[in-house]
């Protein structure tokens, strides 16, 4: 009876068990030697109106576009490629649109925007945007309120972040700014709230962006013993966010903000190599780039203890505490697909399986 009892109870943990599995990798434009390792930079993903799955990954050269689960680069979009040292790209979408941005300079500098509506036949830049005295020919990362049809844009110095309104998703337009937002390094932004990672002030903002003309701070928070306040993501209700410091040994952050005006840190986490880049959330899950140790998923059902669910290493060579490895990851798109890029160019696609009772 005993281990009748025991196999009943590892048939159901194996049908609700959360899994990353792997699809395939693809190896993009990057230039790998024993000192540097470059060319891969972030990923994002698009689904076109007959839901077929793309993803759009930073390399070397521009943003390559991958068909998933096929994994064929069906398109190659040019970006800038001068003075830089890492290559820096941010990819975001807005209907069949991408829009890009990259530290880099050259032919093709500037807010890029993109038409997907061709894949998997073709993909085509139809403008590239460089801002008021050209303050988006330098830019180092942006994001789009999807609900309400903006975007918002760091400036080639990182300040101000730039709004501009995608009314006309080819011939985006400036239509205010955020000032006093810090050294920015990242934001996120929905349904007119925008969270701001203000890189090394340390600290981090809140804002709401109803009236564009006319930013209002909501809070901003020093964090206590801070690294470099890398990224910021609310959770799905908006009370709570988590941060990134991109140093190491500078946990993973879950902020309450219940008093909105005076946030408390309530959970920390830290992975295998010690050095967190990017944390995402979808519902009760946090999915994570960190560097050496790979992509991993957080079960955040008890904010104060954040657990790991899954878990995929894209750079088995080592855990060693550097910035090489995993860049960027993505949430599950609606085939359950999770992306991951790293600075060696190679592209992972995983396949994400979460618990059967959700």
Excluded: C
């Amino acid at each position: 009876m005993r281990r009748l009892v025991l196999l009943a109870v590892l048939l159901a943990a194996s049908a609700s068990a959360q899994r990353l599995d792997l699809v395939g990798t693809v190896d993009l434009p990057a230039i790998v030697t024993d000192s540097l390792e470059t060319g891969g930079s972030d990923v994002w993903g698009y689904v076109a109106p007959d839901g077929s799955e793309y993803a759009l990954m930073g390399d070397i050269e521009g943003v390559s576009v991958v068909a998933v689960p096929s994994l064929e680069v069906v398109a190659h979009i040019p970006g800038a490629t001068e003075d830089a040292v890492w290559y820096w790209r941010d990819i975001k979408t807005y209907g069949p649109y991408a829009y890009i941005v990259t530290e880099a300079v050259g032919e093709h500098e500037g807010l890029q925007v993109v038409d997907l509506s061709g894949l998997p036949a073709r993909a085509e830049i139809v403008a590239e945007v460089k801002g008021p005295g050209d303050q988006l020919v330098s830019s180092h990362n942006l994001s789009i309120d999807t609900a309400t049809g903006f975007a918002y844009v760091l400036s080639s110095n990182g300040s101000p972040v730039y709004v501009l309104s995608l009314a006309n998703p080819e011939a985006p337009e400036v239509i205010g700014q955020m000032d006093d937002v810090g050294s920015v390094h990242d934001v996120y932004a929905y349904e007119d709230r925008v969270y701001v990672a203000e890189g090394r002030e340390p600290s981090y903002s809140i804002w709401d962006l109803s009236d564009k003309s006319a930013p209002r701070l909501i809070t901003r928070v020093v964090v206590p013993n801070a690294g470099y306040v890398h990224n910021i993501w609310p959770t799905a209700d908006g009370r709570h966010v988590l941060t990134t410091e991109e140093t190491a040994e500078k946990t993973v952050k879950v902020w309450d903000l219940s008093d909105v005006e005076n946030p408390e840190l309530v959970g920390e986490w830290l992975g295998a190599n010690r050095i967190a880049h990017n944390v995402l959330v979808d519902g009760r899950y946090a999915f994570l780039s960190h560097y050496t140790a790979g992509v991993y998923v957080l079960d955040l059902q008890d904010l104060t203890h954040p657990t790991v669910v899954a878990r995929h290493d894209t750079y088995e060579r080592n855990d060693d505490v550097t910035m090489d490895g995993n860049w960027g990851v993505t949430l599950p798109s609606p085939g359950g697909y999770v992306y991951g890029s790293d600075g060696t160019g190679q592209l992972t696609v995983l396949r994400w399986t979460p618990p059967a009772d959700l």
